[in-house]
Every structure is written in structure tokens, then in C-alpha cells.
T-cell receptor, first 114, second 114 residues
Framework: NAGVTQTPKFQVLKTGQSMTLQCAQD?????MSWYRQDPGMGLRLIHY???????DQGEVPNGYNVSRSTTEDFPLRLLSAAPSQTSVYFC?????????????FGPGTRLTVT | AQTVTQSQPEMSVQEAETVTLSCTYD???????LFWYKQPPSRQMILVIR??????QNATENRFSVNFQKAAKSFSLKISDSQLGDTAMYFC???????????FGTGTRLKVLA
């Protein structure tokens, strides 16, 4: 199993550009989430999904879109990048099995918006 | 709304000694999960330990144990026989299975000294 994979690992964007951060998991997990990590602020939930076709907003959803057409994939779209979106982005997946909602994280994407 | 507070931004401990990291949370829910995650310099998020709120027994995983005080809404992590590899950022997290939303604290940076 590859676990949770994220691409790209690093990205530099100019203000106003759009892009998609990719996230995939091969563990057949129902739940997937996107977080951003900023210094001194921990991880903040952007969007999450409880299954294919179902998404919902987290704590900081503005400026981001998600969709979940398959169980495996959960891409995060930045519509018009702003410097405030400079951050490290993590994707995570989990399930309600014996591991009791333990989240499996991807390696992260460091995004810089200039 | 649920909140998670980690009041110790940085801590240090001598190798082989014991250290306790603090976490408090606020919720009106009775059923929830609490987690400690470790983030070493590699940036990869790793689950350290998990506690289910309906279980009174404190969770333990080898050198890691928690002190879960449900009435006080406290969830501290004790690391015994600290090792250099324990140097990392540690995040406390709360999860409500009814909403599937995870809330993370701002983290405690732990340095283990040789």
C-alpha cells in the first residue's frame, strides 16, 4: 500500500493563479480531509469528505474547492491564489474500523504564493 | 464550538528523563476521541496515541501514556525514558464522530537533549 500520496511536494504560484493539489489513498478509507499548517497555528481543517460525492466545509474553507468523485481521490483546488494561502497543506484519510478514526497523513505540499 | 489548547509552545527534556505535555479541550459532547500526533522534522504526521472518551482507562503505547481527566477536560501526554528520536512537534487533537471534524491544538515543540 502506498498509503496517502500528495502531489506536488512543492509549488510556487503567482497571485491570481489557480491550481489543484492532488491527494489519493489506496486504503479504501471513507473519510478524507484537507488541512493547512501555519506556524503557531497548528493544523486547521479546510474541507472534508465522509464518502464519495459528499463534502463539507471545515474551519477555513474560503478560497478553496474540493470534490470527491471516487473513494480514492480528494483534490483541493485553489481558485485564485493569494499570499495568505502560503502554507503547508496536508491531506489525511481515516475509517471507522478498529483503528477508531486514526488519521493517516500524506507527506504534505509546501505552497508559496508570491 | 470545540477548542483544543496546548499551553506549552516549547519544552525540553534530558535524554532518559520523563516529560509531560499538556492539553485541554472544550466540548459539550459526551462521545469523542482524543489523539496525540507527532511531527518530526521530516514533516510526516504520525499517530502517537489515541483515547476514546467513553473508556476510563488511560491509553498506553510503550513509553507513551496519557492522563485523561474527562471532567476536567484534560488530556496530557507522558513520555518516559525520552529518546533523541522523540524530538518533534506534538499536536493534541479532538474528534467528534458525529461530525467527523478534527480540531488540532497549536502544538508543543519538544527537544530531547543528549
Amino acid at each position: 500500500n502506498a498509503g496517502v500520496t500528495q502531489t506536488p511536494k512543492f509549488q510556487v504560484l503567482k497571485t491570481g493563479q489557480s491550481m489543484t493539489l492532488q491527494c489519493a489513498q489506496d486504503m479504501n478509507h471513507e473519510y478524507m480531509s484537507w488541512y493547512r499548517q501555519d506556524p503557531g497555528m497548528g493544523l486547521r481543517l479546510i474541507h472534508y469528505s465522509v464518502g464519495a460525492g459528499i463534502t463539507d466545509q471545515g474551519e477555513v474553507p474560503n478560497g478553496y474547492n474540493v470534490s470527491r468523485s471516487t473513494t480514492e481521490d480528494f483534490p483541493l483546488r485553489l481558485l485564485s491564489a493569494a499570499p495568505s494561502q502560503t502554507s503547508v497543506y496536508f491531506c489525511a484519510s481515516s475509517y471507522t474500523g478498529d483503528r477508531g478514526y486514526e488519521q493517516y497523513f500524506g507527506p504534505g505540499t509546501r505552497l508559496t504564493v508570491t | 464550538a470545540q477548542t483544543v489548547t496546548q499551553s506549552q509552545p516549547e519544552m525540553s527534556v534530558q535524554e532518559a528523563e520523563t516529560v509531560t505535555l499538556s492539553c485541554t479541550y472544550d466540548t459539550s459532547e459526551s462521545n469523542y476521541y482524543l489523539f496525540w500526533y507527532k511531527q518530526p522534522p521530516s514533516r510526516q504526521m504520525i499517530l502517537v496515541i489515541r483515547q476514546e472518551a467513553y473508556k476510563q482507562q488511560n491509553a498506553t503505547e510503550n513509553r507513551f501514556s496519557v492522563n485523561f481527566q474527562k471532567a476536567a477536560k484534560s488530556f496530557s501526554l507522558k513520555i518516559s525514558d525520552s529518546q533523541l528520536g522523540d524530538t518533534a512537534m506534538y499536536f493534541c487533537a479532538f474528534m467528534n464522530p458525529g461530525t467527523y471534524k478534527y480540531i488540532f491544538g497549536t502544538g508543543t515543540r519538544l527537544k530531547v537533549l543528549a
